[in-house]
């Protein structure tokens, strides 16, 4: 329930509440055998570093690139488990929202690129790695630069009893970003 106050409809991809659901099979083995919050959001960064080199070692004659893509979703469906259990636990914290949102960046920006890697190793079109790499910079400019600023400010607002406002955007077509959302990943799953 705590899940649904968060993410729904209104305020989450579509492609992404279909992840959430399928994370509330795994929430509660992770809550059974007592695994921190933080150290899943660690676990999904190595699945993270893991996916990144399955892609980017893969040729077009290996099955690589699809146990890469397929740790792509695994680490989406990890990714809303490390909150789900610290909301359980009642031990959210802002650094735990830090890290995770710093697995978040790590894992779109290094995807897009280890395949236009891989992209360019099946078609040797430079333009590829060149697209990819502007790609991963603006991918990630939403969540690192963004995002992070403002779990930074709450953090400090919360440590030094300040009242600084933590956003530096307003979302004027939030529907707009999620449909991207929602294209991106469904782009990503047509690789296979």
């Keep these: 329930s705590q899940n649904q106050k968060i993410y729904n409809l209104k305020n989450t991809a579509l492609i992404l509440v279909f992840f959430l659901k399928i994370s509330y099979l795994i929430s509660p083995i992770l809550i059974f055998f007592k695994f921190n919050p933080n150290r899943i959001t660690y676990f999904n960064f190595f699945l993270s570093l893991s996916l990144v080199f ?4 893969a040729s077009s004659n290996n099955s690589f690139i699809i146990y890469g893509i397929t740790l792509y979703f ?8 490390d909150g789900s259990v610290a909301r359980y636990y009642k031990t959210t914290s802002f ?4 890290i995770d949102g710093l697995v978040d960046v790590f894992l779109k920006t290094f995807l897009i690129l280890s395949l236009s ?5 099946i078609t040797g079109d430079k333009l590829l790695i060149f697209l990819g790499s502007m790609s ?10 963004l995002d992070r600023y403002s ?13 600084i406002k933590p956003y530096i ?6 529907r707009l970003s999620f449909l991207c959302t929602d294209i991106f990943i469904i782009s990503i799953g047509c690789i296979l």
Excluded: H, Q
């Excluded at 695994?74 to 488990?81: E, K, R």
């Excluded at 779990?151 to 009242?163: P, Q, S, T």
């Design 117 to 121: 890697a891989y992209g360019f190793k």
């Design 54 to 57: 399955l892609i980017f070692f």
């Design 151 to 163: 779990a930074i400010v709450r953090w400090f607002n919360e440590e030094n009893k300040k009242d």
């Design 95 to 98: 650094y735990g929202k830090f």
């Design 169 to 174: 955007r307003k979302t004027f077509l939030p």
């Design 74 to 81: 695994i680490c989406l469906i990890v990714d809303f488990c």
């Design 136 to 145: 991963s910079l603006l991918a990630s400019f939403d969540t690192f630069i």
